[in-house]
């Protein structure tokens, strides 16, 4: 894991969807993504499903290089006339984070999940509530799964809170410390410098053959996801090139560590600049991180994966059998 210095400004807004609105908060949330894409400034959005006891609540991120882009992007007219759109798919008025300044964390390959935690601290005990942090940081690095956090102050003009974010390498680890006695004990004693608090928890992943734009900071969909688009082009690959560069390489007495040597590259080749762009053009609905992704999405996306794969494998036991 790297941390790096950052002169971004990022905000973290999270929305709960009324029941039996997904797939229009879907279709909307894609309006809002392309929306914002044309503002000066934008790096990236993702949006974070709801995961197990978050009461359906959807987290949404978005990356502008600079705190007066992204201001430029919450006080638009574009982005009120969007809220109001979606305000019937909502309950209730969707709250915000921003985190501008500092450091970010960059997972460098590795997954893991980030929790936002956003504090109304009580005036005039803003150093003691610094002082309590670090307590409480010194406190998570003996967790395990810890990898690391970031401290923002409140941003003028923008938002009074202070948020703290933080990363642990699965959810259960992270579950772990936001149920601990000891959380629960420093909650207790912080409650003098802070009124309130949330916590916000999200997921992500990156990949290399997983771009979906001319972003280079836009992330990647779930490993597992990965996993089994590159299967679907790899395997069609593999099998090709073994029955026709592969038997030249036997005729021509290529040694078997060249030939493999080579057909690994024609294969990597094929798969980055051929198959892989084609592929995740065509299921770009459910691999995309930055759509809302429902249960049918998944398993739509997940079930023509494997349909692919039957359809490939029967293709070449007939032709080949």
Not at 14 to 33: H, I, M, P, T
Not at 126 to 141: G, I, M, N, S, Y
Not at 282 to 297: D, E, I, K, M, Q
Request: charged share 25%.
């Amino acid at each position: 894991m790297g941390i790096r210095a950052s002169g971004t400004a990022t905000v973290v807004t999270s929305q709960k969807v009324r029941d039996g609105l997904d797939d229009e908060y879907d279709r909307w949330q894609e309006k809002v993504n392309r929306t914002v894409r044309r503002f000066d400034g934008f790096k990236g959005t993702e949006t974070y499903p709801p995961g197990s006891g978050d009461e359906h609540e959807w987290v949404v991120v978005f990356r502008f290089a600079g705190t007066d882009q992204l201001t430029a992007w919450l006080d638009s007219t574009a982005r009120r006339e969007l809220l109001d759109e979606g305000s019937a798919l909502l309950d209730g008025t969707p709250t915000q984070e921003v985190l501008a300044g500092g450091h970010i964390e960059e997972p460098d390959q590795e997954e893991g999940v980030t929790a936002v935690v956003s504090h109304e601290v009580r005036p005039g005990r803003e150093a003691e509530f610094e002082r309590w942090q670090d307590k409480v940081l010194k406190e998570q690095e003996k967790r395990p799964g810890f990898m690391g956090a970031e401290f923002f102050r409140p941003v003028e003009g923008i938002q009074d809170n202070w948020v703290v974010v933080f990363r642990y390498d699965t959810r259960e680890h992270l579950e772990a410390w936001l149920d601990s006695s000891i959380r629960e004990d420093l909650l207790k004693e912080g409650r003098e410098y802070f009124a309130s608090y949330e916590v916000r928890k999200m997921g992500s992943a990156f990949g290399g053959w997983f771009r979906f734009g001319s972003d280079e900071d836009e992330e990647a969909p779930a490993n597992w996801k990965q996993a089994m688009t590159v299967v679907l082009a790899l395997y069609p690959t593999v099998m090709l090139l073994n029955l026709s560069v592969g038997h030249e390489f036997d005729v021509w007495g290529v040694p078997g560590y060249l030939a493999l040597f080579f057909s690994n590259v024609l294969s990597v080749s094929i798969l980055t600049w051929l198959l892989m762009p084609l592929v995740n053009r065509a299921l770009t609905f459910w691999l995309r991180p930055g759509r809302t992704h429902t249960v049918r999405v998944e398993v739509l996306g997940a079930g023509a994966v494997v349909l692919c794969w039957a359809l490939t494998i029967l293709v070449f036991a007939l032709t080949t059998g």
